[in-house]
């Protein structure tokens, strides 16, 4: 790292290795109906070009194209001339506007099932002194590594070696086992360093293509595939989307005592896409007496996949941001509210994978503190927003300011974070880092990410259209404290992610009085007057 020495799997050269490309239907799911094979052959420095069979739905191979060359460059123009039929299957018909439209329709209908119910949800919404609606979605979102994904294979004389990027090398050589019929003791694997996982590294579709091919090349010489960035950003497990139809009450002090929320997502009626559910015990359920999650889903084509905090990324958004408009309905400061629902009658923390009330209320009053919340500047186009989220086992909350011109340019100031993950922060420096990356991460995410569909295909395609977060854009601060009690330590890759979203969107709110209920925020419209 310190020397710049190849580490990555893009970097992997081998003597004598030849190049590869693989296209690969737009809609997934799609399987070649022919191609001209004997044009792309004759092109300047092609070595071979095939088709290879797909046998596997999900992270399995997928059907495509195969061009092999002397360099990456020739197999890669020669992939232009490529003219592929394919057929698309039913996943063509599917778009994000069809999408939000089945959502909204879904909505209006009874739910499809219930997560979960406790009390009297909607007879204390009846009863309420005060009740609130809102509608909140979120996009699909890809990984985008900054290392798009690769995998250099070699087979020869029934054995298999792979140099790859991958957070599962387990599961990546089963899958060549299990699609390619080659005995488990006959693949090797070379791990190399990710130049960005956050979950993409999870799924080896590109790992068992690049054994396919080379298992098709034999002879014992090194294949590397590698894809494109379009390649990467259009044939990704996505972040799938989500739509939220929230109902609260408050009694007359305003308390919050009844919650429902009908959950539009994909899937199968008993089953959700991968990374697409909710849990029936996510906050503030055990908070809140009378408490209702329902769901209902759309078929999905599109494969979806874990990405950084999955499920949290989105989840928080919509839970943490819905809170501030049930704190401004009861009259109340969006942290003292926050404060009061912890504090209210539940259940014993009963240990585990749950939120314990009182480490997140620690949290709260450290960023708080640290933030100078109570003392915070009320002025048109400044805001501060407030969020929390218990995930991966951390408790995390967290303080967003920004300013918002009156044209609605935005600008973020400063972010404070206040961490608890148990009685020792191993390594200080890290566990800054690792906080300060997950709140840029999340900032990114909110600011300006969206993945859609149109008829099947992904319509981003690179960073013009997928603007990862640039550093004019991220807040000069982000400040990461840290309570230490006597609970195990536990891991920091994910849980710091979630509260910036929501904390973000409620700071914007302060700041303009409109309120994020759909992201990305740069379609929002923020001016004011």
């Known amino acids: 790292i310190v020397t710049g020495t190849p580490l990555y799997g893009i970097d992997v050269t081998l003597p004598g290795m030849l190049y590869a490309v693989y296209e690969k239907c737009p809609v997934p799911g799609g399987t070649v109906v022919s191609v001209n094979l004997d044009e792309v052959k004759s092109q300047w420095g ?82 309420a002194a005060k009740t609130l609606s809102a509608e909140y979605s979120y996009p699909f979102l890809a990984h985008a590594t900054l290392e798009p994904q690769s995998c250099t294979a070699r087979y020869q004389e029934g054995k298999l070696e792979l140099w790859v990027r991958t957070q599962t090398p387990e599961s990546g050589r089963g899958l060549v086992v299990r699609t390619l019929g080659i005995p488990q003791d006959a693949v090797t694997i070379h791990l190399t360093r990710l130049g960005g996982g956050f979950g993409r590294g999870l799924r080896n579709d590109y790992l068992v293509e690049g054994a396919a091919i080379a298992k098709q090349v034999g002879g014992g010489v090194p294949v590397k595939l590698l894809w494109t960035r379009e390649d990467d950003m259009r044939h990704d497990f996505y972040r799938p989307a989500g739509f939220h139809y929230l109902s609260g009450g408050l009694d007359a002090a305003g308390t919050l005592v009844a919650w429902r929320n009908h ?170 880092q690792q906080v300060q990356g997950s709140v840029l991460d999340g900032i990114g995410h909110a600011l300006a990410l969206e993945i859609t569909f149109e008829r099947g295909r992904t319509v981003q395609g690179n960073f013009d259209e997928y603007p990862l977060l640039r550093l004019t854009k991220a807040p000069p601060a982000v400040e990461v404290y840290f309570r230490t009690l006597d609970f195990p330590p536990t891991g920091l890759g994910e849980p710091a992610l979630p509260p910036v979203i929501p904390a973000l969107c409620n700071a914007i709110f302060e700041a303009t009085g409109k309120r994020i209920r759909s992201l990305p925020i740069g379609k929002q419209d923020l001016s004011w007057t």
């Open 263 to 432: 959950f539009v997502s994909f899937g199968t009626v008993e089953r959700f896409v991968s990374s697409a559910s909710l849990s029936a015990t996510e906050f503030p359920q055990r908070f809140v007496p009378h408490f209702a999650i329902d769901a209902s889903v759309m078929p999905l084509g599109i494969p979806t996949g874990p990405l950084r905090a999955p499920g949290s990324n989105a989840i928080a958004f919509v839970m943490q941001s819905f809170l501030d408009e049930l704190a401004l309905a009861a009259e109340k400061d969006p942290l003292q509210f926050r404060l009061d629902l912890l504090a209210g009658t539940q259940p014993a923390w009963a240990g585990g994978d749950s939120l314990n009330a009182e480490r997140m209320r620690g949290v709260l009053k450290l960023v708080a503190e640290k933030s100078g919340w109570a003392s915070r500047r009320r002025e048109k186009g400044k805001g501060m927003g407030v969020a929390f989220h218990y995930s991966h086992l951390g408790h995390f909350a967290e303080v967003v300011q920004v300013t918002v011109t009156r044209q609605g340019a935005l600008g973020l100031d400063k972010v404070w974070v206040a961490g608890d993950i148990g009685s020792q922060v191993i390594n200080p420096l890290n566990a800054e």
């Open 46 to 127: 092609v070595k071979q070009a095939f088709v290879v069979e797909g046998n596997a739905t999900g992270d399995g191979l997928a059907s495509g194209v195969a061009i092999v060359a002397e360099t990456w460059w020739a197999a890669r123009k020669a992939r232009e001339q490529l003219k592929v039929v394919w057929n698309e299957g039913a996943t063509a018909a599917q778009s994000s506007a069809g999408f939000a439209a089945q959502a909204a329709e879904l909505s209006r209908q009874p739910p499809q099932r219930s997560l979960r119910k406790d009390g009297d949800p909607d007879g204390a919404l009846k009863s």
